[in-house]
């Protein structure tokens, strides 16, 4: 059991990625803290990972929303004792080009997809240097790395901060042993590209653009979140985990 001992706040975990990797945090031993705003969701997870004699807690968190990150944190302490794993995987989609994109949905898409994380984090590097290290999982994107015509500015912007926010806090917290590296998904079979998916014509455009050929699923990332949860990483800090069939690599 790879997360024997570990206990894991997943932010966003009520469905898609995050869902997958509570799951499967929960089969390699860890107790996971499940924060969501989707409060029916996050509840229904909750009960099927007790059901299956695993250790699960739902909080609503509002990742914009520093209190509910100290509640959300302050949860997994007085729960489970400790807190050793954040992952960052909350986000928010996007529409528009440069010139059409309003203030207003700039600053909704860089607050939940950006500031989010950088609350997450803040609030949660004091537990974790009281459980004596720890490791942060920021979900960024392979539009983090590489521009395409077709997403939205404020998505590409807002991950690309995620990648060098996770750059900072690695080398802050090194020296602590607590360790930050970002994940780059490429396009996933999740609720969130569900009407990109439905649509033929985006998701051939989509599919042309993967060299592997398909879509991912959410188990293709969460293993590799588990990976850089797990003290199988121990010397990995400030890396980028690129999950994306290959779209960066052409
Ligand atoms: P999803 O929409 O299926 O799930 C996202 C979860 O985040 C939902 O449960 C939602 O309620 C929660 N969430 C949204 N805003 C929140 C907020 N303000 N506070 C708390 N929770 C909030 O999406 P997904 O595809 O599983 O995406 C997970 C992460 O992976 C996101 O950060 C996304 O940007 C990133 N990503 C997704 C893809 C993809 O193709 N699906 C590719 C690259 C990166």
Same mark, same amino acid.
Do not use: C
């Given at each position: 059991?790879?997360?024997?001992?570990?206990?894991?706040?997943?932010?966003?975990?009520?469905?898609?990625?995050?869902?997958?990797?509570?799951?499967?945090? +929960?089969?390699? #031993?860890? %107790? !996971?803290? =499940?924060?969501?705003? @989707?409060? &029916?969701? /996050?509840?229904?997870?909750?009960?099927?990972?007790?059901?299956?004699?695993?250790?699960?807690?739902?909080?609503?968190?509002?990742?914009?929303?520093?209190?509910?990150?100290?509640?959300?944190?302050?949860?997994?302490?007085?729960?489970?004792?400790?807190?050793?794993?954040?992952?960052?995987?909350?986000?928010?989609?996007?529409?528009?080009?440069?010139?059409?994109?309003?203030?207003?949905?700039?600053?909704?898409?860089?607050?939940?997809?950006?500031?989010? +994380?950088?609350? #997450?984090? %803040? !609030?949660? =590097?004091?537990?974790? @240097?009281? &459980?004596? /290290?720890?490791?942060?999982?920021?979900?960024?994107?392979?539009?983090?790395?590489?521009?395409?015509?077709?997403?939205?500015?404020?998505?590409?912007?807002?991950?690309?901060?995620?990648?060098?926010?996770?750059?900072?806090?690695?080398?802050?917290?090194?020296?602590?042993?607590?360790?930050?590296?970002?994940?780059?998904?490429?396009?996933?079979?999740?609720?969130?590209?569900?009407?990109?998916?439905?649509?033929?014509?985006?998701?051939?455009?989509?599919?042309?653009?993967?060299?592997?050929?398909?879509?991912?699923?959410?188990?293709?990332? &969460?293993? /590799?979140?588990?990976?850089?949860?797990?003290?199988?990483?121990?010397?990995?800090?400030?890396?980028?985990?690129?999950?994306?069939?290959?779209?960066?690599?052409?």
């Amino acid at each position: 059991m790879r997360l024997a001992g570990k206990v894991a706040l997943i932010s966003g975990g009520a469905r898609g990625m995050g869902a997958a990797e509570a799951r499967l945090f +929960v089969e390699e #031993g860890a %107790k !996971v803290v =499940i924060g969501d705003i @989707r409060e &029916a969701l /996050g509840r229904e997870l909750e009960a099927e990972i007790k059901a299956s004699g695993g250790e699960a807690i739902f909080v609503r968190l509002e990742v914009t929303n520093e209190t509910d990150w100290q509640q959300a944190v302050a949860t997994a302490e007085q729960q489970f004792g400790k807190l050793d794993v954040l992952v960052n995987n909350a986000g928010i989609s996007g529409s528009g080009r440069v010139e059409n994109v309003t203030l207003e949905e700039w600053n909704r898409v860089m607050d939940i997809n950006s500031t989010g +994380v950088f609350l #997450g984090t %803040k !609030v949660a =590097i004091p537990a974790m @240097r009281r &459980a004596g /290290g720890g490791s942060i999982v920021n979900i960024s994107s392979q539009l983090g790395l590489v521009g395409v015509d077709n997403s939205s500015p404020q998505y590409q912007a807002s991950k690309g901060s995620v990648r060098l926010l996770t750059k900072a806090t690695a080398i802050q917290y090194a020296k602590e042993n607590i360790r930050a590296n970002s994940v780059h998904p490429g396009p996933i079979e999740t609720p969130m590209t569900e009407a990109r998916r439905a649509d033929p014509e985006v998701r051939e455009v989509t599919i042309g653009r993967i060299p592997l050929g398909r879509y991912g699923v959410p188990d293709d990332v &969460a293993k /590799g979140v588990l990976y850089l949860a797990s003290d199988d990483a121990s010397f990995v800090t400030g890396s980028e985990l690129v999950i994306d069939g290959g779209w960066t690599a052409q």
